[in-house]
């Protein structure tokens, strides 16, 4: 397992309201993973520096298995749109697109309060209803 730990870019407060955002994605193979990696890797440093950015984390199965998981928190949907419609975060989608069985994206709304602090936490706090079943 290849992990992201929870990383904040912000002071989150917990009187505000937040966009939270869980993708879960599937290789169609589990060599595409070092492709994998290296899209990601170079998307961090454009995603730590992105406006409205609350935190972020991630995890990746290697070789025993084609999943991986990235959970983000935005201070609203246009700053979201924004890094996700940049040309780092394009480019890296057209690269990956390929290799990609599945994508799913499942957007909702979380307290200050409820923003994770660590990546074992931030699954936890995914609620069931908002993690994409098969």
């Known amino acids: 397992m290849t992990r992201v730990s929870w990383g904040s870019s ?20 589990v060599w595409s993973f070092f492709s994998f990696l290296r899209q990601a890797q170079a998307l961090i440093p454009e995603l730590q520096g992105s406006k409205g950015l609350v ?3 991630g995890d990746a199965q290697m070789f025993l298995g084609k ?5 983000s928190v935005w201070e609203n949907e246009d ?25 799913k994206f499942v957007k909702w709304e979380i307290s200050g309060s409820e923003v994770p602090k660590r990546w074992k936490e931030a699954l936890k706090e995914i609620p069931p209803s908002k993690v994409p079943q098969k």
């Open 79 to 103: 700053d979201l749109y924004c890094f996700a419609h940049g040309e780092s975060h394009s480019k890296a989608m057209v690269k990956f697109k390929p290799a990609t069985k599945s994508f």
């Open 55 to 57: 935190g972020y984390a």
């Open 10 to 29: 912000t002071k989150i407060s917990s009187e505000i309201k937040y966009l939270a955002m869980n993708v879960d994605m599937e290789r169609k193979s």
């Open 67 to 71: 999943k991986a998981r990235f959970l």
